[in-house]
Structures are given as structure tokens and as C-alpha cells.
């Protein structure tokens, strides 16, 4: 028996082989389906595709044979991947390099071989597709063509799925950098928005109109690159696949409502007058995001406003039975033209008549897709010059019960004034956010710097609530309340974060949080959280 030689690229040729990263991998049915074609079109009862290793040959895909892998001395595919072209041995038997070849001499008692090198387009055969039959046979012109050819496409496979590998791996590495700089975009944001907006509130100091115009804008700056931020933010989500929606039970009349009241608030900018109805009885609950189903109904009311020319008229009908809510918006604007209409749920698509037009034509699709995220369907019919009407209807369970898993957003006070809180948070500029917040709604509050601390702090002193941010240098504020709810384990703690990445409720319930604000929180936020854990 003849050992094949070692070629003299072999450290070159490993390194490419290992590349695929495919070596003792599960089957896959596309490489079967190619040695079942080989063993078909060549007429053998056994069919391989062997990957040779170091020290072994691996079957990717075999037909006719159990074995995973055989040694590679004793392998034929070793010699096959000396040359280009198909290497076949028609009689083992006759050949003094094969004839006592365990391979041959016991099971599966080789006859005859022919192998097609699997060569990279960098030129390294790092295995073959071989037929193998247990009978002297020579392979016809067509077969060897067959075989070849075949070998090619395990090639292009192997190839595609390091590509799809390569693809998964960079858009992991995208989601942790958009996590990354979600927190890094939203913690300054929100700076900018809180400020401004207490700037606009304080009534203690009187700024002159120009300067308080001024002060406008920034506000009115800031929440739109907010909210742009978090647009392209979902829509990163949406596409790598890691968008999960978190359902709580929400009463139906106070959700509405609250829809009722922002839209008005918008509509009165440009004089519109808005038609609201709601079908919901009294004390009905129901299964939701929240926060998504806002987002959608927000949309949808915010384009009819922004597309309606100033004083006209804009109708939304909500209507909730046992198992379905339809949410209609229409409005009397400039109308979609019906050549465009199928765009107008396409990502940065904006059919503009009007270039000063704002949005990033992200909405849309944004709406869309967190629609179909809630096996709902969406449908537009519109016309140009004649209004839009744009309705969604969602499947829902409504119910009878409610258990509190949401704070509603709330305005008045009820909580104890006296109530001690610590804030969590190493940005000096949120540490002065969070002091100015609680100083307006009355409240005194103690500041960590780091997790660290605050286990520290927690030691000597007490507090009733704790706003913890999940983004700290050292222990992050996962690991921070974990281990503060291990001290204590009725502490109670609300993250309060920049990251809409973190909102994962099962990773906050697991390390004690109890809720959960996103940054920048609002007046109403802080006092929801205040009333529900620090009640007078
Ligand atoms: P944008 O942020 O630009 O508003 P959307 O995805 O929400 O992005 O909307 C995409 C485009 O669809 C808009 O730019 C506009 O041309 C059109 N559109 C959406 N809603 C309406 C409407 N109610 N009336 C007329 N045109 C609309």
C-alpha cells in the first residue's frame, strides 16, 4: 500500500479548509442531495464528500457508508487531491498502491474510485466528491463530466455558507454597535431635551421672547433627532431579526384616551379639527405592546396631520370586539397618488410635492412592520387631492382582569414627599438632569456614581426606590440589582435607561428590576413610578 504524499502547500491548504469552518458539522441536506446525485449519475452504491484533514478524512455527506471518518493514510481521497482533473483507480485490485489497503481488503471492500478534487478559488483542493463502487468499474466521458461539475457545486456551497456566516457575524457585530451607540446618541439627547424643556418650564426666570424662541427650537430639535434616532434604531431591529414585543394588559379606555388627548394637542398647532370615536366598553383590558401600538396609532394620526393642509378635518374610529381592534385614521389632505401608492410602505421612500416636507420616510415601514410583528394587516386607500385613509386591524384578547405589569402614565401626585430615592447614574449631565427633575416635582434625591458604590451606599443607609441605569462602568446595572436585591431582596429598583436595546423584560425581572422608564423620562413618567412605589 501506498501512503499519499503530504502536498507541499499542506499548511496553506488546512488553513483553507478550516476557513469553512465545516469540519464535524451536522449534515446539511444541500450536500446530500449532491453525493446522492454523484451515486446516482455514476452508478456506484457509495457516494462521499471527504474533507482531508490533517491527520483524518471527514465525510461532510455520504451515501451508502456509516463511517464519520477514516484515517487519512489509508484514504484514496488523499491522492485525489494531488491533481485537477478526476483521479479514478477502475480495479483496486490490479493497482500495487491500493490492493491491500484495509479499505479494500475489508469493508467496504473498494473495487473501484473516482474522485473529483474540491478546489477553492484560491486554488486549494481540500477534499473530494468521490463515487465508490464495490466492483471494478471505469466511468464513461459523461460521468467524469457529471462528477466534476458536481464537485464544483459543493464548492459554490461551501463558499455560500461561509458568506452567509461572514453576512451573521456582521450584523451581529452591527446590532451590538447600534446597542452601543443607541446609548451613546440617546444619553446626550436626552440632555438636551430634559434641559430645554425645564429651561421652558421654569417660571422663576424671565428670558427675553427672542431667547425663549431660541429655547424652543432646541427643544423642538432635540425630540426630533430623538426621535430619528430611534426610528433608524427600529428599523436596525426590525431587519436583524431581534424585535420581540412585550405584551401587558392594558385598560382599553385609559390607552385611548390618552391617544385622544396627544393628537389633539398636535392637531391644534394647525387647527384641525379632530373627530374621535372610541367603541370600548368601560372596564375592558387587553393584550398589547403598549408602547408599539402607540407608535403605530401615533404614525398614522401625525402623517394625517402633516398632510392636511391648516383647519380641516381629520377622523380617527377606534373599535374594539373580542377579538379584533380596528384603528381607521382619515384625513381630507393632499392625498397619495395611485401610481405611488405602492411605495409609500417602502423604507425612505417620501412622495414629496413639497420638498420643505420633514421625515425621514422610515414611518411607514416602521408602522408596517410592527403591524405584521402583530399578525395585524394594514391598508391605504387614497387619492390625490382627496385625503388618505389608512386602516389597521389587529388581532387582540381582551380581557376581564388585570394584572398591573404597566404604570399608567399619571400627572397627579399621590406619592410621599419625604420618600427616599438614589439615582444610579455615572453621566454627570443625567446626574444634573436627574436633580433637576426630582427638584421639580418636589423630591430630594442621593446620586451614585457606579454600581459599586451603590452597594456600598446601600450597606449604611436606606432608600425606598431606586432609579438604576443599566449602562455603568464595572458592574453594569443588570449585575448592580442582582446584587442588591440579594442584600435586600424586597428593594425596590426601576431601570431608568438610554438603551431601547435593554428593554428585555425578562432580563429585568431576572435581576430584580421592577419597571422600567426609557430615557428621557418625563414629569409624568417619574411620578407614575413615584405614586405606584412610594404611595403616601
Ligand atoms: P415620513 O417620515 O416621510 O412621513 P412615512 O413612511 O411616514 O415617512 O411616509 C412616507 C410617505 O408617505 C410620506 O413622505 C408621504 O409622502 C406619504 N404619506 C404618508 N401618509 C400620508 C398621508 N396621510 N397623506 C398623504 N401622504 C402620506
Known amino acids: ?124 483542493a481540500i477534499g473530494t466528491l468521490c463515487a465508490i463502487n464495490d466492483k471494478p468499474k471505469k466511468l464513461d466521458a459523461h460521468q467524469i463530466k457529471a462528477l466534476k461539475t458536481l464537485g464544483k457545486q459543493v464548492v459554490t456551497q461551501l463558499q455560500l455558507r461561509l458568506k452567509i456566516k461572514e453576512v451573521e457575524s456582521a450584523n451581529e457585530r452591527k446590532t451590538d454597535f447600534l446597542s452601543n451607540l443607541s446609548h451613546e446618541l440617546r444619553t446626550p439627547l436626552n440632555a438636551i431635551v430634559s434641559f430645554s424643556k425645564l429651561m421652558i418650564d421654569d417660571k422663576t426666570f424671565d428670558l427675553p421672547d427672542k431667547q425663549k424662541q431660541y429655547l424652543k427650537h432646541l427643544d423642538y430639535s432635540g425630540r426630533r433627532l430623538l ?27 385609559t390607552f ?50 402633516k398632510f392636511s393642509p391648516n383647519e380641516q378635518t381629520i377622523d380617527i374610529k377606534i373599535k374594539l370586539s373580542s377579538a379584533i381592534l380596528v384603528v381607521a385614521v382619515r384625513d381630507e389632505g393632499i392625498g397619495i397618488a395611485k401610481k405611488d401608492l405602492h411605495l409609500i410602505f417602502e423604507k425612505f421612500q417620501q412622495v414629496r410635492p413639497n420638498e420643505n416636507q420633514e421625515g425621514s420616510g422610515l414611518g411607514l415601514m416602521i408602522t408596517k412592520s410592527l403591524v405584521e410583528h402583530m399578525h395585524g394587516s394594514i391598508k391605504l386607500s387614497s387619492k390625490l387631492g382627496q385625503g388618505s385613509l389608512f386602516k389597521v386591524k389587529l388581532p387582540i384578547c381582551t380581557e376581564n382582569t388585570f394584572q398591573q405589569t404597566d404604570i399608567p402614565s399619571q400627572t397627579q401626585h399621590t406619592f410621599n414627599p419625604n420618600a427616599k430615592i438614589l439615582v444610579v447614574e455615572d453621566n454627570l449631565i443625567n446626574q444634573e438632569v436627574a436633580k433637576a427633575m426630582f427638584h421639580t416635582i418636589g423630591i430630594s434625591i442621593s446620586v451614585c456614581g457606579s454600581g459599586e458604590d451603590a452597594i456600598k451606599k446601600l450597606k449604611s443607609d436606606y432608600f425606598d426606590l ?45 435581576n430584580g428590576i421592577q419597571a422600567y422608564i426609557s430615557k428621557p423620562a418625563s414629569e409624568s413618567d417619574l411620578i407614575s413610578v413615584l405614586n405606584k412605589y412610594c404611595p403616601n
Open 1 to 124: 500500500m501506498k501512503v499519499a504524499d503530504i502536498p507541499s502547500n499542506e499548511k496553506s491548504r488546512l488553513e483553507a479548509l478550516y476557513r469553512y469552518e465545516v469540519l464535524d458539522t451536522d449534515m446539511e441536506k444541500v450536500f446530500d442531495e449532491l453525493t446522492e446525485l454523484a451515486s446516482e449519475i455514476c452508478d456506484t452504491p457509495i457516494a462521499l464528500i471527504s474533507l482531508i484533514d490533517a491527520d483524518r478524512q471527514w465525510f461532510k455527506s455520504k451515501v451508502g457508508l456509516s463511517a464519520d471518518e477514516t484515517h487519512r493514510d489509508i484514504a484514496f481521497c488523499a491522492h485525489a487531491i494531488h491533481q485537477e482533473e478526476v483521479f479514478e483507480v477502475s480495479d483496486t485490485f490490479l493497482d500495487e498502491r491500493f490492493k491491500d489497503n484495509p479499505l479494500v481488503t475489508e469493508s467496504p471492500n473498494i473495487r473501484s474510485y473516482a474522485g473529483a478534487p474540491l478546489i477553492t478559488p484560491e486554488g486549494f
Open 466 to 510: 431606586i432609579f438604576m441605569d443599566l449602562h455603568l462602568p464595572g458592574i453594569d446595572g443588570f449585575e448592580t440589582s442582582k446584587k442588591i436585591t440579594s442584600m435586600d431582596p424586597d428593594q425596590k429598583i426601576v431601570a431608568l435607561t438610554a438603551d431601547v436595546f435593554s428593554k428585555a423584560d425578562s432580563k429585568l425581572a431576572r
Open 256 to 305: 385611548f384616551e390618552s391617544i385622544h388627548s396627544i393628537t389633539k394637542t398636535l392637531a391644534a398647532k394647525k387647527s384641525l379639527v379632530v373627530n374621535f370615536s372610541c367603541e370600548t366598553n368601560e372596564n375592558e383590558y387587553f393584550q398589547t405592546d403598549e408602547t408599539r401600538l402607540s407608535q403605530i396609532i401615533l404614525n398614522l394620526v401625525s402623517n394625517a396631520i
Open 227 to 253: 426621535s430619528l434616532v430611534n426610528s433608524v434604531l427600529d428599523l436596525n431591529k426590525i431587519e436583524s431579526g431581534n424585535f420581540t414585543l412585550e405584551y401587558t394588559s392594558i385598560h382599553a379606555k
